[in-house]
């Protein structure tokens, strides 16, 4: 169905930065804007996707969107929904949209047909002992730790929720029963399952207790992850580039205590930097795997990163989706505290 979109909705000013763009985006109902210069002429559209390609290239994000924009999108004037219809066809990507404009070049409002359905399972890995947190995890499981006036499961199947997830699957085994009984007493919109692990099984393992589920591909999410991520834009990354595997990645700096030295090949100096920092991008703990993948895993214990290396061996397509939200993983007592510090903060 072709839906008309105002263009007030959806257009971002030339000189806005790709920082704003990304965090207006994600805040928004749709995953792209259309570029327009002060007189709301069409330079351009810039989506979701375009901008996380950029941050894996190292584009400095304070620089303008156009830097990496689309210059070239199919347009249209204003004619028939025929004729939209067919143009629309000719946009690749799974949402779908034609900017309309006059004779003058200026906008006048957007097509947009959005195909797009999400995955509707996911699967939330909350079977750890988590020993890192001391005291805090001795009669409570990890995700059931509050910060702030919710625990951190009760915040992911929310944001699950919100993405319009119908089935999710919560797997378990250390206290797995004050899971049970904190999924029995709440009030769930989505279908929520706990699965019970008879032995640990690794935070991939667990997957092949979903072999007899029907889905095209599976979102899972570690237990204690603390995301603003945009899970509906990780899926039209994941299908629109065609991916088995969508790995998502955080961007991760620390900083090297001492002068670094620097020196050629025969061993004579070359530099020195002073406390440099060292930046890569790190697993965020949140993926998405095709059905095809999820096959692979067998009902013992595995970790994620041997199912990729397994997955990578054999010839599956395996992307990268960086996040520019907000994320934390509390797995440790210094970031447990400091997520509590932060939510503080924030209230």
Excluded at 127 to 147: A, D, E, V
Aim: hydrophobic share 40%; aromatic share 10%; charged share 25%.
């Amino acid at each position: 169905m072709i839906k008309i979109v105002p263009y007030e909705d959806i257009i971002l000013s030339s000189k806005s930065s790709i920082r704003y763009a990304m965090q207006t985006l994600n805040k928004r109902k749709y995953t792209f804007f259309v570029v327009v210069n002060s007189l709301n002429k069409v330079l351009g559209s810039i989506t979701d996707g375009d901008i996380r390609r950029a941050i894996l290239k190292g584009l400095d994000i304070n620089q303008d969107v156009t830097k990496c924009m689309n210059k070239s999108p199919i347009i249209s004037y204003k004619k028939g929904k025929r004729i939209y219809k067919n143009l629309l066809n000719k946009v690749k990507g799974t949402v779908k949209f034609l900017p309309i404009l006059d004779k003058n070049n200026k906008i006048l409002f957007v097509v947009l047909e959005d195909k797009f359905s999400n995955s509707n399972t996911a699967l939330i890995m909350a079977g750890g002992f988590g020993k890192r947190l001391g005291n805090k995890t001795k009669s409570m499981p990890k995700p059931l730790l509050k910060i702030g006036d919710r625990s951190v499961l009760e915040t992911l199947i929310k944001r699950l929720e919100s993405a319009k997830y119908k089935n999710i699957f919560i797997s378990t085994f250390y206290l797995h029963s004050k899971i049970e009984s904190f999924i029995k007493n709440r009030n769930s919109v989505a279908n929520i399952k706990v699965l019970i692990e008879k032995e640990p099984l690794g935070t991939a393992g667990s997957i092949s207790m979903l072999n007899k589920e029907e889905f095209d591909f599976l979102t899972v999410i570690n237990g204690d992850i603390v995301s603003d991520i945009n899970l509906e834009a990780l899926e039209v990354f994941h299908k629109e580039r065609e991916n088995d595997i969508t790995i998502t990645v955080a961007d991760y700096a620390y900083t090297i205590p001492f002068g670094v030295v620097n020196f050629d090949k025969n061993h004579n100096y070359k530099s020195l930097v002073e406390k440099p920092e060292i930046r890569n991008f790190i697993l965020s703990g949140i993926y998405c795997l095709n059905k095809s993948v999820c096959s692979l895993v067998e009902q013992n214990f595995q970790d994620m990163p041997n199912l990729i290396s397994k997955a990578h061996q054999l010839g599956y397509k395996i992307g990268i989706f960086p996040l520019y939200e907000y994320w934390n993983d509390i797995g440790t007592l210094n970031k447990f505290n400091l997520e509590i510090k932060r939510q503080k903060n924030q209230n």
